[in-house]
């Protein structure tokens, strides 16, 4: 990835004029939709189109802002103040939630009441908290950001991997606020770094992190069973040929997490429902229309966990087992 002197004239530049002309033409778009929609008797054209233009009209108006708060923090000078990192932070809020409600609105997919859990209890509470959620299909980080930021009001600290800085708004607002956007070829590095957001987090913070690594998809399950057996990893090997859902868990991160803040709670999530799209031409195929999205966490307190590294890595692998159970469950993926 390009430094982001190098970087963001680019980036800017180019999200800029294609949102300028994606929002111009976009009339124009939504009839050629409408009308691919009609001729074919499926939908995904018309919905496909309304979704790019709401992004792209999020992506402006969010690159808009972000110059506007740079302005107005003195050309950056008081970019880490309370003050504007709470703008930043509202900025994140109305980004998020604005794409999230448009997704389950044109995907008419149904979110039901909550139960109120000692997971839902403590993200409503005071105190740092560490969140491990599995990873899986169409956007369910969008989907899990926002649940945190509206319905709890918490501030998430979000592990990401570096390549999503290439879009303009990701790479301002995550650096500007304290995520985790990684390169992951510097192993060593990425642990520190996750080790000093999770170390940071306030009284309204959350660290999430997906310690899977990427979307669940059966090749990438086998792929990783499979690296397990080969480097020597039997007993971690053995556990995840037995879970059927989810990917092996990569423990480097969430160990960094939890050196970072032993005193932190973790929450562990899941969530089923949506199916297994994990890439836009797989969305394109099987669109997630009139399904209902079930999400589910657990507490786990800090006084219950092992302290022990090894034990650490057992005690998140049975989590795991946990989560698969529950997706099992549910008798659908994602």
């Not at 053995?238 to 059927?244: H, L, T, V, Y």
Request: proline letters at 7%.
């Amino acid at each position: 990835m390009p430094p982001a002197a190098v970087r963001r004239p680019i980036t800017v530049t180019v999200w800029l004029v294609m949102s300028v002309v994606c929002l111009a033409l976009s009339p124009l778009w939504l009839a050629l939709a409408a009308l691919v929609s009609a001729v074919t008797g499926r939908p995904q054209a018309l919905i496909f189109a309304r979704l790019v233009v709401t992004y792209f009209a999020l992506e402006f108006s969010t690159l808009i802002a972000c110059a506007t708060l740079w302005l107005a923090s003195g050309g950056g000078l008081l970019m880490g103040t309370q003050r504007v990192q709470r703008l930043h932070y509202r900025l994140l809020r109305w980004f998020v939630h604005g794409f999230a409600r448009r997704c389950f609105a044109l995907f008419d997919i149904r979110v039901p009441a909550e139960e109120s859990t000692e997971a839902s209890r403590a993200l409503e509470s005071d105190g740092p908290l560490l969140f491990f959620s599995r990873h899986a299909g169409p956007g369910d980080a969008i989907l899990l950001i926002d649940r945190l930021l509206t319905r709890f009001d918490r501030l998430p600290s979000v592990v990401f991997k570096q390549s999503v800085a290439l879009d303009p708004c990701v790479d301002l607002i995550g650096h500007r606020l304290p995520h985790a956007m990684l390169d992951t070829s510097e192993k060593e590095e990425c642990e520190a770094r996750i080790e000093e957001v999770a170390a940071g987090l306030g009284r309204r913070g959350v660290l999430v992190l997906f310690p899977e690594g990427g979307n669940f998809t059966p090749e990438r399950r086998r792929r990783a069973i499979r690296k397990l057996w080969r480097t020597g990893r039997q007993r971690e090997a053995a556990k995840a040929e037995r879970m059927s859902h989810v990917l092996p868990p990569r423990p480097a991160g969430a160990l960094a997490a939890l050196r970072g803040n032993p005193e932190a709670d973790v929450i562990f999530g899941a969530h089923s429902g949506l199916g297994l799209a994990a890439f836009p031409s797989e969305i394109w195929h099987e669109p997630p229309l009139g399904k209902t999205f079930h999400t589910r966490m657990w507490l786990s307190p800090a006084a219950e966990r092992p302290l022990d590294p090894d034990a650490q890595v057992a005690w998140i692998y049975d989590w795991w087992k946990r989560l698969d159970k529950w997706i099992e469950d549910q008798g659908t993926e994602l």
